[in-house]
T-cell receptor, first 115, second 112 residues
Framework: DVKVTQSSRYLVKRTGEKVFLECVQD?????MFWYRQDPGLGLRLIYF???????EKGDIPEGYSVSREKKERFSLILESASTNQTSMYLC??????????????FGPGTRLTVL | DAKTTQPTSMDCAEGRAANLPCNHS???????VYWYRQIHSQGPQYIIH???NNETNEMASLIITEDRKSSTLILPHATLRDTAVYYC?????????????FGKGTTLSVSS
């Protein structure tokens, strides 16, 4: 079974703090994703990575950065947390074979509250 | 991606089969039907996907009509732990690296 783990289930930070969210997958997947999920807004893609050290901006990258130094690990960084970044953060991974279906598997989520 | 339509909510008695419908009348030939579910405050869970043949795995069965304009997800023996929001998504094969787009889904309530 694919396993995607996230470093924390719940996190409380203060405005202005630097926040690191980590995601690890154990299936040698090429692609990894960071989403946020908010009531009424659904899933929104923040960043996507298709290989080590490679990244692409999603729909809402402002205020976030990412790091992928190893294939299995994808980190989301909030450089200076703000209250509007209070949300559920979801990491996902997928195999990434061109031309085939690309099922995304999600981690359990991190509920971040910024005070 | 093609649009999907699902009922807002459904109820099911524990132990009975839960049949969740999805309409995707504008589906294209290279688009797959995916089902995910999300239990409250957890990450979405992949259930099953298919192109045109019916599919079955340890979690569920997926029945796709011959014209591919609709499908049904079947949970053969629903349990209380199957209470969740179920999302039907239509997605082309070559969209690796693009965001999943969940609609409003169907809230399935399983009761004893």
């Amino acid at each position: 079974d694919v396993k995607v783990t996230q470093s924390s289930r719940y996190l409380v930070k203060r405005t202005g703090e630097k926040v690191f969210l980590e995601c690890v997958q154990d299936m040698d997947h090429e692609n990894m994703f960071w989403y946020r999920q908010d009531p009424g807004l659904g899933l929104r893609l923040i960043y996507f990575s298709y290989d080590v050290k490679m990244k692409e901006k999603g729909d809402i990258p402002e205020g976030y950065s990412v790091s992928r130094e190893k294939k299995e690990r994808f980190s989301l960084i909030l450089e200076s947390a703000s209250t509007n970044q209070t949300s559920m953060y979801l990491c996902a991974s997928s195999l990434g074979l061109a031309g085939l279906t690309d099922t995304q598997y999600f981690g359990p989520g991190t509920r971040l509250t910024v005070l | 991606d093609a649009k999907t339509t699902q009922p807002t909510s459904m109820d099911c008695a524990e132990g009975r089969a839960a049949n969740l419908p999805c309409n995707h009348s504008t589906i294209s030939g290279n688009e797959y039907v995916y089902w995910y579910r999300q239990i409250h405050s957890q990450g979405p869970q992949y259930i099953i996907h298919g192109l045109k043949n019916n599919e079955t795995n340890e979690m569920a069965s997926l029945i796709i009509t011959e014209d591919r304009k609709s499908s049904t997800l079947i949970l053969p023996h629903a349990t209380l732990r199957d209470t969740a929001v179920y999302y039907c998504i239509v997605r082309p094969a070559n969209q690796a690296g693009t965001a999943l787009i969940f609609g409003k889904g169907t809230t399935l309530s399983v009761s004893s």
